[in-house]
Structure formats: C-alpha cells, structure tokens
C-alpha cells in the first residue's frame, strides 16, 4: 500500500532541500570541509527518502501463461502450424504484423511466437532482438485480451504499477537527486493524477534549471570518498 500524497510531499521536499544544500556557501569553511556538511545533509535527505519505501512487490510470471501456448500433441500442431501458414501468407500479401496479432486468436498468437525468432523479417532486420521483443510485447497485449490466465497475470501487474513507481522514485531521487525516468512512467501508468501532481509539486520546488545544481553536488560527492 502506498501513500501517494506522502510520497509527493516527501519527493517534492527532498528535492528542495537538496537544492538548498547543492546552493550552501560559508566563507568560514573550506570547500573540504562544505562538502563534508553537504555530505552530512543529503545523508539526512537519503534517510527520509529510503525509510519511506514500499515493500518491493512480488512481480507475477508470465511464463506460465505463455508455456501454456506450446502444443500438446499431434493435433495441436498441425492446427499451429496451419494458422502459421495463413500468418505467412498475410505477410506475403503486403499486411503487417502488428496488425495480424491485433486481431489474432490464442492459436495464431502461439504460432507467431514460436516462428518469431527465424523470421525473414526478424533475421534480416538491423536489430533483431529488438524487434524480438517489440513482437513479443504485441503479442502478450492481445493475449491478455483472448487469454483469461494471461488477463489475470495482467491485473496482477497493474496492480504493483504503484509500489514499483514509487520505489524506482525514491531510491532515484536518494541516489542521484533526480526524479528517474522509469519511475515516472511508471507512476503516469499507475495513476495520471499523482504524475501530475508531482509534477506540478517539483517545477515549483526546483524551478528551471536549478536541478542542475543538485546533480552537480551529487556527482561531486561521489568523487569524494566517505571516511569512515
């Protein structure tokens, strides 16, 4: 369970405070000696951030679902097989893939993905693997439509969206000071109006480009080694 009005209220601070403290001067100390108070506020900052954290959810596996797909006998092949030759014969004709697994039923979809991989259009391409798994990601997207097993693992993956979001934001924001792109598709994922939000919440927290200032501090930091 996640609690996104704290989770914006303690990102958004965080970043203000690491704001102030990457804009902290005293002429009474040396810059040794600033960075070791900076050190010592972003350590405060990080502290906050990590007690904060979700629990990391149990990812479902698809794999199941997906191990499922393989023929079971005799029959079961020659059915795949035959929907194979309709795929092939679709491509041939000028029709595309994306479009075919749109429309496809759990058979199809079977026989695409255990064509995939020795596709001419796959073989040929200038990043397979790429594609590979551009495919396979359409492939999943329509089964989950046709496939209650695959529905089910489905909801079961939205419904850690949150945690996942919030987790990848907190720990980037502690380890770089920097709201992580993952996170915040993530959580536009997971829930538009607490992106929006935090959004919101950041630009009047750090306006501009003042969230330069918090990276430039923290990758000094790093190049200074912690003594213990």
Same mark, same amino acid.
């Given at each position: 369970?996640?609690? %996104?009005?704290?989770?914006?209220?303690?990102?958004?601070?965080?970043?203000?405070?690491?704001?102030?403290?990457?804009?902290?001067?005293?002429?009474?100390?040396?810059?040794?000696?600033?960075?070791?108070?900076?050190? #010592?506020?972003? $350590?405060?900052?990080?502290? !906050?951030? %990590?007690?904060?954290?979700?629990?990391?959810? %149990?990812?479902?596996?698809?794999?199941?679902?997906?191990?499922?797909?393989?023929?079971?006998? &005799? *029959?079961?092949?020659?059915?795949?097989?035959?929907?194979?030759?309709?795929? !092939?014969?679709?491509?041939?004709?000028?029709?595309?893939?994306? %479009?075919?697994?749109?429309?496809?039923?759990?058979? !199809?979809?079977?026989?695409?993905?255990?064509?995939?991989?020795?596709?001419?259009?796959?073989?040929?391409?200038?990043?397979?693997?790429?594609?590979?798994?551009?495919?396979?990601?359409?492939?999943?997207?329509?089964? #989950?439509?046709? *496939?209650?097993? &695959?529905?089910?693992?489905?909801?079961?993956?939205?419904?850690?969206?949150?945690?996942?979001?919030? !987790?990848?934001?907190?720990?980037?924001?502690?380890?770089?000071?920097?709201?992580?792109?993952?996170?915040?598709?993530?959580?536009?994922?997971?829930?538009?109006?607490?992106?929006?939000?935090?959004?919101?919440?950041?630009?009047?927290?750090?306006?501009?480009?003042?969230?330069?200032?918090?990276?430039?501090?923290? $990758?000094?930091? $790093?190049?200074?080694?912690? #003594?213990?």
């Amino acid at each position: 369970m996640t609690d %996104t009005a704290s989770n914006i209220s303690l990102v958004t601070t965080a970043r203000r405070d690491l704001l102030a403290t990457a804009r902290t001067t005293d002429p009474h100390l040396t810059l040794e000696g600033l960075r070791a108070r900076q050190r #010592v506020e972003v $350590e405060g900052i990080r502290a !906050r951030l %990590t007690a904060a954290l979700p629990a990391e959810p %149990t990812t479902p596996d698809r794999q199941p679902v997906l191990d499922a797909l393989a023929p079971k006998g &005799a *029959d079961d092949l020659a059915l795949q097989a035959h929907q194979w030759s309709k795929v !092939r014969a679709l491509l041939d004709a000028g029709q595309d893939l994306p %479009t075919i697994i749109a429309s496809a039923d759990r058979v !199809r979809l079977a026989a695409i993905l255990d064509n995939l991989e020795t596709m001419p259009e796959v073989l040929q391409d200038s990043q397979p693997a790429s594609v590979v798994e551009f495919v396979q990601g359409a492939v999943w997207d329509r089964l #989950v439509e046709v *496939d209650d097993a &695959a529905g089910k693992v489905a909801a079961a993956e939205v419904a850690t969206l949150p945690a996942r979001a919030w !987790r990848s934001i907190l720990e980037g924001v502690a380890n770089t000071g920097a709201l992580p792109w993952e996170g915040l598709v993530l959580l536009q994922q997971a829930d538009p109006a607490a992106f929006d939000l935090l959004m919101d919440g950041d630009a009047e927290a750090v306006p501009g480009p003042a969230g330069n200032s918090i990276g430039l501090l923290m $990758e000094a930091l $790093e190049r200074i080694p912690v #003594v213990a």
